[in-house]
């Protein structure tokens, strides 16, 4: 019985070796632009992707080590399963809380399969509300019992509002807002 029990042992250490061995430090600077978008360096740090301009004035993309910390996910690329889930865009320069301005982008993100299964990129659109004075969960309840007003805009109070879901209503709201200058 005992040497039964050695061979799982042995193969569930060798293969706990291996893993380590093949895990290797997570430096922002040094990923690629097809990965950077939703990492977490090895020191916990979010990478953000940045524009800079190049010799002869081209415009080129680099992965940046950003000041924000995540506790919890340290050395984390985001999977393909998840940004696809989420819909967001491992391509954009900078990350910005507009997008939950965007009914479609909502959905996505509140949806069972990002929500559920996404905890980096959901952890990042949760602050990113946070700082807009409004509250994730809050938006994707929102967002789930209103499918015909989901287009939920963050005041610059920090108030969350309802968009008009009719042309009614949404000419109601152009006559009520103030007039451009």
């Given amino acids: 019985m005992a040497a039964s029990l050695k061979f799982p042992v042995l193969l569930f250490l060798s293969s706990l070796f291996l893993h380590a061995s093949l895990a290797s430090e997570i430096v922002c600077e040094d990923l690629g632009k097809e990965v950077c978008a939703f990492a977490i360096s090895t020191s916990g740090k979010r990478c953000l992707l940045e524009t800079y301009a190049a010799a002869g ?75 807009e004075g409004a509250f994730l969960p809050e938006i994707c309840k929102e967002s789930r019992n209103n499918p015909h007003r989901s287009m939920i805009q963050l005041m610059s109070s920090g108030s969350v509002a309802v968009a008009p879901s009719t042309a009614e209503d949404l000419t109601a709201a152009a006559a009520e807002a103030p007039s451009p200058m």
């Fill in 57 to 131: 004035g081209e415009v080129e993309m680099q992965c940046r080590t950003s000041e924000i910390m995540v506790e919890r996910m340290p050395g984390h690329i985001e999977t393909d399963d998840c940004v696809n889930a989420c819909g967001v865009d491992r391509t954009s320069a900078g990350i910005s809380s507009d997008s939950l301005l965007e009914p479609n982008f909502t959905a996505k993100l509140c949806s069972p399969d990002c929500y559920s299964n996404c905890p980096n990129i959901v952890d990042l659109y949760f602050n990113l509300a946070a700082g």
